[in-house]
């Protein structure tokens, strides 16, 4: 007598089919993690251009920032920066500053992650033998983020036009327009909204291993 196969059979490969295809779909996911909400480091080296007025050479530094990103679209970061410049006359001239900035990301697809930003804080300036002073510095620039082979890390270069609003450091100048190459890595913190990888070789291999009862249930029914 012949015996119907077709529906115990259909049955189990379509709850196979289902568990391959939940187990590439959570894949799918942990290949483009989700950063959101994670905070971040940001070290970088800078080189300064400082404006005519200041008489000073362009000087190198570094700028730190602590960063979170707030959705999709955005990140805020706190960061501070440090330089050193001589005087066209002689002597040290330093500068340093706190401050706040918005990234306003144009895309975060793939590995390239280009960003604008904007912000503003406080600088301060000291020159040796005149003492120091401390201003408002208002800030507007554009960048990118290249993230690393491992997926943990990101090359970050950025571009800001600095105006510090007004200084006392430089007799007869009244606000300094600087430019601001900052270029370094980017670490992130938290991993809390990365998903776990899935388990896709032990759903591949529970489908083989159905796969091959199925066979035998199969030619054992037929042998009877």
Request: proline share 4%; glycine share 12%; aromatic share 12%.
């Amino acid at each position: 007598m012949q015996k119907d196969f077709h529906k115990p059979i259909g049955r189990r490969a379509f709850l196979s089919l289902v568990a391959v295809g939940c187990a590439l779909t959570t894949t799918a996911s942990w290949a483009a993690p989700d950063w959101t909400k994670d905070w971040y480091i940001a070290p970088m080296l800078s080189h300064v251009w400082t404006d005519s007025d200041r008489d000073l050479d362009d000087g190198f530094g570094f700028q730190g920032a602590l960063g979170k990103q707030l959705n999709q679209r955005f990140n805020l970061e706190l960061y501070g920066h440090y330089a050193e410049f001589d005087l066209d006359a002689g002597g040290d001239y330093e500068q340093s500053g706190l401050g706040l900035d918005l990234l306003f990301f144009l895309d975060r697809d793939g590995r390239f992650h280009p960003f604008l930003l904007g912000g503003g804080g406080v600088m301060k300036n000291y020159v040796a033998g005149r003492g120091d002073d401390a201003d408002q510095a208002l800030e507007a620039g554009v960048g990118f983020l290249y993230q690393g082979a491992s997926g943990n890390w990101f090359w970050r270069t950025d571009l800001r036009f600095r105006n510090e609003v007004d200084s006392d450091t430089m007799p007869g100048a009244d606000g300094f327009d600087d430019w601001v190459l900052n270029t370094g890595i980017q670490i992130p913190l938290g991993r809390g909204s990365r998903p776990e990888p899935a388990p896709l070789v032990t759903a591949i291999r529970s489908e083989e291993h159905t796969s091959e009862l199925q066979s035998r249930l199969q030619m054992a029914r037929i042998s009877d």
